[in-house]
Each structure stands twice: as structure tokens, then as C-alpha cells.
């Protein structure tokens, strides 16, 4: 076997094997090649003067068949020679009749491929066993894939009879799966086995979907060579004989085999899998029951299509229903967050997950069994700089990246929708680590044996000897995402553009209306500053009066009046704040160095009495300079720790912390409070305008001062952030730190 190896190729990888120009063809068979245009004899198999009188088959080259009248008479009166013109128009179909040479009945078939027309002819085989059934619509009525399979089977071995007979099921990677078997007793079952892609590998199946039914009579016997003088490789695509591959045929041996018969199962144009048969001893199929087989088998692989186009049709309905309901949800919010945030659940189950993520810049919200915020965010870190489709999909994603990402078990397979790229928005859904054993016939690692040949070193596929079962644990996969979980993802994407559609009218007039409204609020911003002032004027003048004239009266008193006049100085630069601010959305920020502990200690102190809480502690540590403007830096620490002061003011031992650190090229300020903390299932609406959590109710608040936060530390390109329990909560401040 080895020295047949050894003389057909010089590759290591079964893909790179040649099948289609073996140079041979099976001893069954009887080959004669003739040119397209003027059908002069190229080439034949060395056996034909076993059924053709021919004294040298030197003589036949450039000649005609006509030429031969006494060899070739037969095929000259057959219909499909008189009409060969008509029969090839059309390229690698085959054509059959029947045919007598020397009182022996033989099947003949022409095809033509490339710039040639082949004759191929076999013995016609009575098979007095043969019982063919008819009841060719029981596959139509059977409404279960197996069961389909099964009956498959069963009516093929009254026309063919194998010791075993499979069907072989190819996966989305190349490998197989033997999903129905019919054996003799006292044969081991295959049925569930995998099978690796290289049994099978690429050239194979792409022959398997050209040439729809292949049979290896015995595999031991020898191939019968092809004669021609052209020095060129004949291609044997569709020739039913065409010669074994000796890689494929010291296969068969080894899995105790001696001969194979297969047939192809088509679905939408693809090769879906194959009816591959094997028996013990040799056996060879007459063309007929060959024929016969290959149309049960269209006619089940018609019905399992059938049938699952019913079960994806009526998926389809179920999935429109749900979508149905989703697009009802969708529609009764104005924000797309909004909407993905109450139909979280809803839209983690359509394709299956175990989990769900929805990404924003606002933050994270999960569903399901998810891993945690950390790995959610290093997650969509990667897939935005690694990945440019709008969909991507990894059922190994744990095996690849867990360890450089340092994930979980969790995230064993994602799937993400990227809603918009620029705006970090994102869908992901999570499948858990699936426990996987695959069970392989025999181990489907590939052997390479090293032979010399003119001294030089060769490599070669030896294929595997034991076909023993092979357990194989796959780890770091999580089950497989399937055509339907992918169109259900699809789905929501298409619904998220509809609904975000017909949104965008009422969104430009709401747009429209919102920018009168901030002109207006502009206006009236500036004329409260400005008509305020007038009157806080007089207030600080007559208060001012009031002092002078508090000669003898109590010290008390006069720290009252002090305290006023400096809450009115406090009123008026906060309305020149305000008007600043108002102005600064239409005009650069102005970024400049600022010192920061005057301005917090000033804030801290007068949060106290506003929010009659004296007994609030306020630690005041390391107050680093940073780079910030200086009407919007009062702004942020105005509102987070009058916050901070607030929400604590209730406890027993209020107390408040602020400290600011370097880290590189920035100033961590860090605001911490021991009060009434931040509830998980509300953390997605922090920095939302107008926004309240359920237990800050009783306390005094618009739902403004975060919001205006948020976009102030966005727009002096810094970062708000915060960590929050039951013990309370701290805001993190990202400043960028002062040029030097």
C-alpha cells in the first residue's frame, strides 16, 4: 500500500490530494475519451479490449469509432452515439442506455467534461434479491427528521443490501456525524460517532456535490490504468468508475471494509450529507440499483427539506409574535435604552442565551447569568477594536480570549449586536461553558509518514488504523449558536432600526421644540441674572446698614447679619455662575489650572447649614490642582458634595470624605459619604436629567445636579464615575492634570 502511496502523490495534507485525476479507474469499468469537436479516440482504459475486439490499441488514437465497425459497431447503432451532438450540449450530465456486445448485456453512459466526451461502460448485474418499495410518499408524511433517516435506510437496503448502512451528516466545520444507522447484528455501531473533517476533506465533498453517487466495488483489487499519448492528467470528475484514492482505499481496509457505495444528500444546493455504505466482503451495484438508490435518496432529502422549512416557518411565526409584542414595548418609550433596558429578559431568550449585556456609555445592565461588569467591559473594549461586522459570533470565545481578557465560564460563547460603533453601544449575549464530549471513530489526529524517493525526503498521509471510540473533551465552548439564534438576533437589530425610524420624526420636532426652549432658557438665565441683581443690592445695602447700626447688641446677632450678607455675596456669584454656564455652551470651555481647597471647604461648610446638619463630619485631605474651567469646576463639586452632605444627613454619625490623588496624566478627586447608597437595579439611570431613586424620595431634589455633573466633567473632558452599597456611596472625579 505504501509503495502506491508512495508512487501517486507528494503532499502531507489530505486536502491537496488530486482525487479527481487518478489516472485509473476501477476494474468494474471500461473507458473510452474522445474529442469534443471531432470525436477522434484521446484516451481509454487499458481493459477495453476486454469487451472490444481490438488487435492494438495503438491503432485507436486520432481515429473514430467508425473507423472500427467491427469493434465498435454496437455503440455506433446506439441512439445516444447517433445523436451525441444533442446528448452534450449540456456539460457534466449523464446520459444512460443500454447496450450488447457479444450477447453480454452492459450499461452505457456518456457525459461530457471539459474539451472531451466519455464512454463509459459496466456489466449489468442481475439481482434476483432486489425488492424496491412503493411507497415513495411515506416520506413525505413522516414529520420527523430521524424517523425520515431511518425510513431512508430501510427502503435502501432493498435495492442495495449493505452490512452497514449510515447516514452521515456533515458539520458546519467539515467534520461529521453518523445521525442513522442500519447494520447486521453482530456489527459495533457507528451511530453517533464523529468523524474529522480530513476523512472527508474539502476536494472530496466538493466531488460529492458533482458526482452525486460513488461506488468502490473491492478495494483490493487492482485499478486498471488510462492510456493516452497527450501527456496531460484526465479529469475523471464524473466518471462513475473513476479509480480509487489509495489514501481513501487503505482507509476502507482499515476500518474492515472491502467495499463502499455513497450517495449524496443535496439540500438548497449544498452537500448536507452523505448515505455512505459499507460491506465486508466485495460487492458491486448494478448501475440501475445505483440510480434507483440515488432517487430515494433526492426524494428524502426533498422531504427532510420540506420538513424543515414547515418547522422554520412556523419558528418564524412564533418569532414574529414575539418581536410583535417587543416593538408594542419599544414604542412606549422615547429613549432606545429605555426601551432594551424593560424588554431586557425578553430579548436574552430569543436567541437562547444565558445572559444578556446591554453596553452604552452610560453604563452596563444585565440580564440572566452574565459575567460581571469588569469582564462585560473588557469584552466590548476587544470587540470594538477587534472585530467590524455589525454581528459577531464565537461559540469558543473562553478558549480564545478567556485567559487574555481573564473571563469567566460564563462567557464561554458570545454573540454581539453593535448598535452604534461611535457611541460604544452595544447588545451582548452569553453562553455558559458547555461540558462537551465528543465521541470520534478512532483518534482523528492525522499521521504523516517519511519515505525517500531520489534522495530526498517525502511526507505522507497514513491514515489511522483503529477506529476504536475516541473521547475527546472539548473545554472553553459553550453549545453552539444555530441558524435560528442568529436570525433571532438579526431580528432584534431589524427592530431596533424600525422602531428607531419611525422615531426620527418625532425626535427632529422634539429637537426642534428643545432648541427654542434652551434659547429661551438662555434668555431668561441672562435676565435673572441681570434683574436679580438689583434687588440683592439693596438687600446687601440695608443689611449692611443694619450691622453698622448694632452698637452695643449681642455678638450673636451681629454673626447673623454677617452670615446673610454672605449668603446674599454667595446668591450673586452663583447667579453669574449660572449665566456663565449659560454662555459656555456657546463658546469654547476655557481649561485652566485651578486650586481646588478653598473652593470645597467653602462648599462644605455652607452644605451644613443648608442642610441642617452641623454634626456632619467633613474630612478635607490632599487637594490637588487641576485642569478644569473654573465656573463649571464649582458646578461639579457644588452639586456632589451637597449630595454627599445630604444624603448622609440622616444618619447618627454623618460623615463625609474628599481626597484627591495623581495618577499619571490625572487627578482623581474621590467623594465618599456613609449615607443612604445607590440601589443596583437603578444604577443604569444615574446620570439621567430629572432622575430620582426610589429612596431619595424624602429628601429635597430636582434630579438635575448629577445630570449636569455628567455632562460638565464629558465636556472639560473628564470622567465621572461612582461605587456604591449599603454603606454608602463614593463619586470618583476624573480631572486631566494641569499642564506644568
Not at 422602531?499 to 427632529?508: E, L, P
Request: hydrophobic share 35%.
Amino acid at each position: 500500500m505504501i509503495d502506491r502511496l508512495k508512487r501517486y502523490m507528494n503532499f502531507v495534507e489530505c486536502h491537496e490530494e488530486p482525487i479527481h485525476i487518478p489516472g485509473s479507474i476501477q476494474s468494474f469499468g471500461y473507458l473510452i475519451g474522445i474529442d469534443a469537436e471531432s470525436h477522434t479516440i484521446t484516451f481509454f482504459s487499458r481493459n477495453i479490449s476486454d469487451i472490444f475486439k481490438i488487435e492494438s490499441s495503438d491503432e485507436l488514437f486520432g481515429r473514430k469509432l467508425t473507423d472500427f465497425p467491427t469493434s465498435f459497431q454496437s455503440i455506433i447503432d446506439s441512439e445516444i452515439y447517433t445523436s451525441l451532438d444533442r446528448f452534450t450540449r449540456r456539460k457534466n450530465e449523464t446520459y444512460f442506455d443500454k447496450i450488447f456486445i457479444d450477447d453480454k448485456d452492459y450499461h452505457f453512459s456518456v457525459f461530457s467534461s471539459g474539451s472531451y466526451i466519455f464512454l463509459e461502460f459496466e456489466a449489468v448485474v442481475i439481482n434476483p434479491d432486489k425488492r424496491i418499495s412503493n411507497k415513495y410518499d411515506n416520506f413525505y408524511i413522516i414529520d420527523n427528521g430521524q424517523e425520515l433517516w431511518n425510513h431512508l435506510l430501510e427502503t435502501l437496503s432493498k435495492v442495495v443490501n449493505y452490512d452497514r448502512m449510515m447516514v452521515y451528516k456533515f458539520m458546519m466545520d467539515g467534520s461529521g456525524k453518523v445521525i442513522a444507522e442500519r447494520k447486521n447484528e453482530d456489527m459495533e455501531s457507528f451511530l453517533g460517532l464523529h468523524y474529522p473533517e480530513s476523512d472527508i476533506p474539502k476536494q472530496a465533498r466538493e466531488l460529492y456535490l458533482k458526482k452525486r453517487k460513488r461506488i468502490f466495488s473491492n478495494v483490493y483489487a487492482d485499478d486498471v490504468p488510462i492510456i493516452s499519448k497527450k501527456k496531460e492528467n484526465i479529469d475523471l470528475t464524473f466518471s462513475a468508475s473513476r479509480g480509487m484514492s489509495p489514501i481513501h482505499g487503505q482507509y476502507l481496509k482499515n476500518s474492515g471494509a472491502a467495499s463502499s457505495f455513497s450517495v449524496s444528500i443535496i439540500i438548497d444546493d449544498h452537500l448536507w450529507g452523505l448515505v455512505t455504505c459499507q460491506n465486508v466482503e466485495p460487492k458491486h451495484i448494478d448501475l440501475e440499483d445505483r440510480v434507483q438508490a440515488g432517487i430515494f435518496t433526492t426524494l428524502a432529502a426533498n422531504a427532510y427539506s420540506s420538513f424543515k422549512s414547515k418547522s422554520e416557518l412556523n419558528y418564524r411565526l412564533e418569532l414574529n409574535e414575539k418581536l410583535s409584542q417587543l416593538k408594542t414595548e419599544f414604542l412606549k418609550h422615547n429613549h432606545l435604552f429605555d426601551s432594551l433596558i424593560e424588554s431586557k429578559t425578553e430579548i436574552k431568550n430569543l436567541p437562547e442565551a444565558d445572559g444578556l449585556a446591554i453596553v452604552s456609555d452610560e453604563g452596563i445592565v444585565t440580564a440572566g447569568n452574565t459575567p460581571d461588569s469588569e469582564s462585560i467591559g473588557r469584552i466590548a473594549v476587544w470587540a470594538l477594536n477587534n472585530t467590524k461586522d455589525p454581528v459577531y459570533v464565537s461559540r469558543n470565545f473562553l478558549k480564545e480570549y478567556g485567559e487574555k481578557l481573564n473571563l469567566s465560564e460564563k462567557a464561554a460563547g458570545i454573540m454581539i449586536y453593535f448598535i452604534e460603533r461611535d457611541k460604544n453601544e452595544m447588545l451582548i449575549w452569553f453562553r455558559k461553558e458547555f461540558d462537551e464530549h465528543i465521541n470520534w471513530a478512532g483518534n482523528p489526529e492525522k499521521k504523516v509518514e517519511i519515505f525517500s524517493q531520489n534522495g530526498e525526503e517525502k511526507q505522507i498521509v497514513s491514515p489511522r488504523t483503529s477506529f476504536h471510540i475516541f473521547t475527546e473533551n472539548i473545554k472553553g465552548h459553550s453549545k453552539r449558536w444555530n441558524s435560528r439564534n442568529i436570525s433571532a438576533v438579526h431580528a432584534v437589530r431589524d427592530l431596533i432600526l424600525e422602531t428607531s425610524h419611525k422615531n426620527y420624526n418625532a425626535i427632529k420636532g422634539l429637537n426642534d421644540e428643545l432648541k427654542k426652549v434652551n434659547e429661551e432658557l438662555d434668555s431668561f438665565s441672562y435676565t435673572i441674572s441681570h434683574d436679580l441683581g438689583t434687588p440683592l443690592t439693596v438687600m446687601k445695602l440695608n443689611a449692611q446698614m443694619l450691622l453698622g447700626n448694632l452698637n452695643g447688641d449681642s455678638e450673636k446677632s451681629k454673626t447673623k447679619i454677617k452670615t446673610i450678607i454672605e449668603e446674599i455675596d454667595n446668591m450673586a456669584e452663583m447667579m453669574q455662575d449660572v449665566l456663565q454656564l449659560s454662555r459656555a455652551k456657546h463658546s469654547e470651555v476655557q481649561l485652566e489650572s485651578l486650586k481646588t481647597e478653598y473652593t470645597i471647604q467653602k462648599i462644605s461648610e455652607n452644605a451644613r447649614m443648608t442642610y441642617g446638619s452641623p454634626a456632619s463630619e467633613i474630612i478635607i485631605r490632599e487637594c490637588p490642582d487641576v485642569l478644569a474651567d473654573k465656573t463649571m469646576l464649582h458646578q461639579v463639586f457644588l452639586n456632589i458634595i451637597n449630595n454627599a452632605v445630604k444624603y448622609s444627613s440622616h444618619k447618627d454619625l454623618p460623615k463625609v470624605e474628599i481626597e484627591g490623588t495623581e495618577d499619571g496624566q490625572t487627578i482623581i478627586y474621590r467623594i465618599s459619604d456613609n449615607g443612604i447608597g445607590i440601589p443596583e437595579e437603578e444604577k443604569h439611570k444615574m446620570f439621567k436629567i430629572f432622575n430620582r431613586m426610589d429612596n431619595a424620595k424624602k429628601f429635597k431634589g430636582n434630579g438635575v445636579g448629577l445630570s449636569i455633573v455628567h455632562r460638565i466633567m464629558k465636556r472639560i473632558g473628564g470622567n465621572v464615575d461612582y461605587e456604591s452599597n449599603k454603606e454608602g456611596t463614593s463619586f470618583i472625579l476624573t480631572f486631566k492634570k494641569p499642564y506644568i
